[in-house]
Nanobody, 125 residues
Framework: QVQLVESGGGLVHTGDSLRLSCAAS????????MGWFRQAQGKEREFVAG????????YYADSVKGRFTISRENTKNTVYLQLTSLKPEDTALYYC??????????????????WGEGTLVTVSS
């Protein structure tokens, strides 16, 4: 059974930083592109960042480029999202996703294969 478990969310202030983690189990982690999505209240889920199987390629939404960094440790079956210079508009439920359908995948689709339950990030002004 595949499980993606996010952690690291919380309540922070504008300008603060957070590191989200996503621990994967039940799948050959190094054969899956990984990504982060977010969904703010009343809005659709949006892509945030993606990383290739070997970690050499990354892709970011324009709204987070330069502020967020995605990384992975295949030996630990974990993907991270470092959030810096946080803004109130970054407030959302952040989801981890995995997709192994395309070897060169970096930007995960909205119908990615596996999803976590999410971790909440709240940024107060």
């Amino acid at each position: 059974q595949v499980q993606l478990v996010e952690s690291g969310g919380g309540l922070v202030h504008t300008g603060d930083s957070l590191r989200l983690s996503c621990a994967a189990s039940g799948l050959p982690f190094s054969r899956y592109a990984m990504g982060w999505f977010r969904q703010a209240q009343g809005k659709e889920r949006e892509f945030v960042a993606g990383i290739s199987r070997n970690g050499e390629a990354t892709y970011y939404a324009d709204s987070v480029k330069g502020r967020f960094t995605i990384s992975r440790e295949n030996t630990k079956n974990t993907v991270y999202l470092q959030l810096t210079s946080l803004k109130p508009e970054d407030t959302a439920l952040y989801y981890c996703a995995a997709d192994g359908t395309v070897p060169t995948l970096v930007r995960l689709p909205h119908d990615a294969e596996y999803w976590g339950e999410g971790t909440l990030v709240t940024v107060s002004s």
